[in-house]
């Protein structure tokens, strides 16, 4: 059981990492020309820092890892899935109060 999930979780890495790959980040500290970025259609570009895409790339770790964590809940009894729930809500920092606390601004 353990090796099909791995193996899925190995299939998903790759598709997210093909997205990716079609959606890249662009960014500049100026104007960016559609020529620079192969584009033959106007496209507005949003500038980044090097910092949020650092923390984006946090994210994509951390989504990598919930998609473990979720394929390994099928090999689970519910008291051990009680437990590891118990564990999630009391994390510091939670990932929920981060998305608050985000949204707030």
């Known amino acids: 059981m353990r090796e099909l999930n791995h ?9 997210i990492q093909k997205r990716a790959a079609r959606q890249p ?3 500049s500290c100026g104007k ?3 020529e620079e970025l192969g584009l033959k259609e106007p ?20 989504a990598a890892t919930l998609r473990r964590i979720q394929a390994g809940l099928t090999g689970m009894t519910a008291e051990e899935r009680k437990r590891l729930a118990d564990y999630m809500r009391k994390a510091d920092p939670s990932y929920v109060a981060l998305m608050d606390s985000l949204e707030k601004g």
Do not use: F, P
Not at 7 to 15: C, I, P
Not at 48 to 59: A, S
């Open 43 to 62: 496209h507005n570009a949003m500038v980044v820092t090097g910092e949020l895409i650092r923390l984006m790339n946090y994210v994509d770790d951390i």
């Open 7 to 15: 193996e899925l979780l190995v299939s998903l890495d790759a598709e």
């Open 25 to 27: 980040l662009y960014y």
């Open 32 to 34: 960016i020309k559609n």
